[in-house]
């Protein structure tokens, strides 16, 4: 397993531990909701849910932001830019864009795990335009073309 150095800062006073795996492989870490009281979403609400907590990447990573499967079985609560994308030189607050794609109101408590980050390293495409691309066995098949 590889580790890289991130430093994070609390933008806000609060007694949630840093993100950190939720077990020895797992590949993201679990995001709070910083929040000062409960926040109720209603069906079809979308909120940037705070984090309390600013990071800084270094050069050449990036963080993804990730739903939680758990929310997402429980209370159809899901990200409408899954995975949304904390860049390198971003020094703001990370927020979860939360969207409550069910029919119930769900409701989000202070400290509670709402998303997952995981680190992943960033590749930057060097375009070569060709005339023409190189033979494939799927072609330009595109949705659906599989029959599944």
């Known amino acids: 397993m590889q580790f890289v150095d991130v430093q994070v800062k609390r933008l ?46 270094p050069e050449g990573w990036e963080a993804q932001i990730r739903a939680r499967s758990g929310l997402a079985l429980k209370y159809s609560l899901g990200m409408l830019n899954a995975p949304g994308t904390i860049d390198a030189d971003y020094r703001g607050e990370i927020k979860v864009l ?31 335009e060709v005339k023409d691309l190189p033979p494939s066995e799927r072609g330009a098949g595109g949705f659906g073309h599989t029959g599944t």
């Open 12 to 57: 806000r006073d609060n007694s949630w531990p840093l993100p950190e795996p939720a077990t020895e492989h797992a590949a993201g870490v679990d995001l709070r909701a910083d929040l000062e009281g409960p926040l109720t979403l209603d069906p079809g609400q979308t909120e940037a849910v705070p984090t309390g907590l600013a990071i800084a990447l």
């Open 98 to 128: 939360l969207t409550n794609f069910g029919r119930q109101p769900c409701t989000l408590n202070p400290g509670e795990r709402i998303a997952q980050m995981v680190l992943a390293p960033v590749h930057r495409p060097r375009w070569i």
